[in-house]
């Protein structure tokens, strides 16, 4: 089937006009900067052994190549990464190394709030304002950060903006100045939100750009959300809530669950509802769920979807004013015309999860109800279709690569969220009437109740503002690559001076299965195979999890400089999975210093819903031993002196006094049992047999190093402890607000 392009002119390229320098090098303008990099990149797309980079997404290579902006992003493994190692990086050089830190050690709470922040949804996010504060306590400016797990992008966007002026910064730690990263994630889609949000486009650029589009596809397409009054009048549809339709389970008869189960004067939905036809009571278990035949054109196949009719639309009229109303003939008439028209524009058909067999087309994260639809077209109202295949139509017409990718940004942004029928609605205590709201993230589910919204007025009055924001960020000195954390061998050893990341959790979140759906719409899809996840659908248990995340680590701790932090973001109360997390630290060849937390504030659909879920995400902060003590110990592996040299040299990598709230904590990595698990961790990481029991270790160590609360110090640690503690009303205990944790984390001996 031919398909036609949007009737748009976009203007003039956003590239400018001037000579631009680029990893060392000059180009006439933006545009051959593009054109240089981008030739470069198609080249290597070509070759067999760079297409073996672990992780190496599945996709053509022209979709890879609409959605790069090389050598910032690529949708695949970013080739350019050594050259911005070499251009930004310092060398590691162990004579004049003189770096030295103690762990951030603070806990920290910042907001999931904001313009930026809010931008673009995803499953999970770390505010880039928290980020700041470690890389501005680990680093000095011009360092490199690197972040393997990126999702979308916020690392990058903190080590970008810790240049702003000390003022803009608050009460940071550490220096303002201007650092670099390296953000790199499995899924194309995470990537492409981390490449949307460090492009550099003008905002009056953008936002022009932005508003020609929508005119466009308003302009051809717009007629799809007008209806009429009763009485003829002209009115825009802003939204409108679907009710599946059940067989109940005695006469078979049709019921509509928003008038059944919908209670408007309590707001609430009733678990029981009763048949209109015979009385009979059911409920969504009992009661058959009805499907209804659709012929999908371009699918070229007719598809059975569950049963839906329209309960509720709102609806604006000429002079602007907003009512909701039941649905009338004129809204009927307008689905019809809908649904018989050719569609101009391809969207995508793919079978969920690509699979070839029925069985397979879900995966870890779908509700009951959901698995109904077996291809991503199924998941929209036929308009929204129409309407979102015209908009990416539209925006992959802009030859300008940027701009390109910040419309495609833009579109997305209201995608998954919003623009499919996983958006529904909710009962808010206290509320009048229901709420609509977004796709419940972390999870697929189509609600009996999905809401189809107005694409266009969505896009116009609830993203462009923050994406205009965004566009003023003016974020520089970032590149984003597309591949698995297991294998970094585009960056050189020993080349990166701090690692923030948070990384997958056990099976809280199957990012590629979540991600699928917005992959389908740009061609280029997750690789599932090195994807660090507990998957029952993938067959991997805790143990694959682990050696995955072993790997990940032990590949990120080969780039970090000796002596150098990482800091890994952990929200997961099981305690196999806290353990794995610890493990494969540990085998990676890290060691751990000291565990805080990270108060969101704003806790996701997991947190507030599953039992014994982490209301207060973790900290772990870990560092790479330097050569110093790697050179000491490969002379004194084995021996009494190795240990001791071991417990001196953590000692002095962690924080000496901590107070909050006027009261001084335990340092929980001082203790002796955890300096004694450390040391063992260090020893049996390099094959070294521990020379001591752990009674011969308590005791050496009272004998060797000074003991305040129950922590030890070194000598010259421990006057300016002692000096400290005069100022603190008393010691309180260490307390991690999760039981998991904590337990992982009590004395063994008690």
Known sequence: MAHKQPNLDLGDSDASEGPVECLGMTFEDDEARREHFLGILREKLKDPEFRKIEGFPIGEDEDILALSDPPYYTACPNPFIEDFIRHYGKPYDPETDDYHREPFAADVSEGRSGLVYDAHTYHTKVPHTAVMRYILHYTDPGDVVLDPFCGTGMTGIAASLSDAPAAQLGEYV???????????????????????????VAPDRFRQAASELLDSVDDELGWVYWTEDDGGNPEELIYAIHSDVFGCADCGGEIVF???????????????????????QNTKRTATRLTTSIHDPLLGATVSVPKQTPVVVSVRDRKGRRYERSPNQADADVLRRVHSCSPPYPYPTNRMMNSETEALCWGDKWRAGTSSFQHVSELYTRRNLLILAALYAGARRVEDTSLRLSLMFLISSYNLAHSNKMARIILKQGSRKPV????????????????????????????????????????????????????????????????????????????????FVSEAWCGVFTRQQPEAIVSKHQGKDITHYGR???????????????????????????????????????????????????????????????AGAVKQDLIISAYKPNQGLEGRFALEAGTEEGVWDFVRTHLRQLPVFVVGDGQAEVIAERQDYLLFDRMVAFHVQRGVTIPMSASEFYAGLRQRFPERDGMFFLPEQVSEYDKKRLTAKEVRQLQLFVTDESSSLGDPRE
């Not at 550490?174 to 990263?181: I, V």
């Not at 701790?557 to 610890?582: D, M, Y």
């Open 174 to 200: 550490g220096q303002s100045g201007t650092r670099r990263a390296i953000v790199a994630d499995l899924c194309p889609a995470a990537t492409g939100i981390a490449g949307g949000y460090t492009v550099n």
């Open 548 to 610: 995955l995340m072993e790997q990940c680590f032990r590949e990120t701790c080969r780039t970090l400089k000796p002596g150098r932090w990482l800091t890994v973001e952990f929200h997961n109360s099981r305690n196999a999975v806290w353990n794995a997390i610890q493990e494969a630290l540990m085998r990676a060849g890290l060691v751990v210093a000291d565990v805080r937390t990270l108060d969101k504030q704003q806790a996701g659909f997991n947190a507030i819903n599953a």
């Open 436 to 515: 609509l709201t977004g796709y419940q993230s972390g999870t697929l589910y189509a609600s009996s109740l999905s809401v189809e919204k107005n694409v266009l007025h969505g896009l116009r009055t609830a993203k462009l503002q923050g994406m205009t924001a965004v566009r003023s960020l003016g974020v520089e000195g970032v590149i984003v690559s597309t591949q698995s954390a297991t294998d970094l061998s585009l960056l050189p050893d020993d080349s990166v001076d701090y690692v923030f990341t948070d990384p997958p959790f056990g099976d809280n979140l199957a990012y590629a299965e979540l991600n």
């Open 258 to 280: 928003w008038d059944a189960a919908y209670d408007a004067d309590e707001v609430q939905i009733h678990d029981e509802f009763d048949c209109p036809h015979c009385g009979a």
